[in-house]
């Protein structure tokens, strides 16, 4: 099993930056060669991808709206991946949920992640 765990929310002002953390867990956890990714859903609407990275951080992909705000990177010694969040807007306001998946490159699709977190609230106010 994984575990995953997401730290780092909160409730920000437009323009602040926030730092989320995912620590993994688990007997058949690898970072080395598990693909992992960030995800959010914000109230009213469908979850969808933030931003992935590959296992060894060879390849990352963000979707358009964070693209040049947000950066996400990974620690594999540490088993924990980051999401660096700045200039944050209101729009970024959601529920933020960490996921991994048995497969080193990139995914954008929740249905390729196996494992997920219990995600960590991020309220942007204007």
């Known amino acids: 099993q994984v575990q995953l765990v997401e730290s780092g929310g909160g409730l920000v002002q437009a323009g602040d930056s926030l730092r989320l953390s995912c620590a993994a867990s688990?007997?058949?956890?690898?970072?080395?060669?598990?693909?992992m990714g960030w995800f959010r859903q914000a109230p009213g609407k469908t979850r969808e991808i933030v931003a992935a990275?590959?296992?060894?951080?060879?390849?990352?992909y963000y979707t358009d709206s964070v693209k040049g705000r947000f950066t996400i990177s990974r620690d594999n010694a540490k088993n924990r991946m980051y999401l660096q969040m700045n200039n944050l807007k209101p729009e970024d306001t959601a529920v933020y949920y960490c996921?991994?998946?048995?497969?080193?490159?990139?995914?954008?699709?929740?249905?390729?992640?196996?494992?997920w977190g219990q995600g960590t609230q991020v309220i942007v106010s204007s």
């Open positions: 996921a991994a998946r048995p497969s080193s490159n990139v995914a954008t699709h929740g249905s390729e992640f196996h494992y």
């Open positions: 990275i590959s296992s060894l951080s060879a390849n990352t």
């Open positions: 688990g007997q058949t956890f690898s970072s080395y060669s598990m693909g």
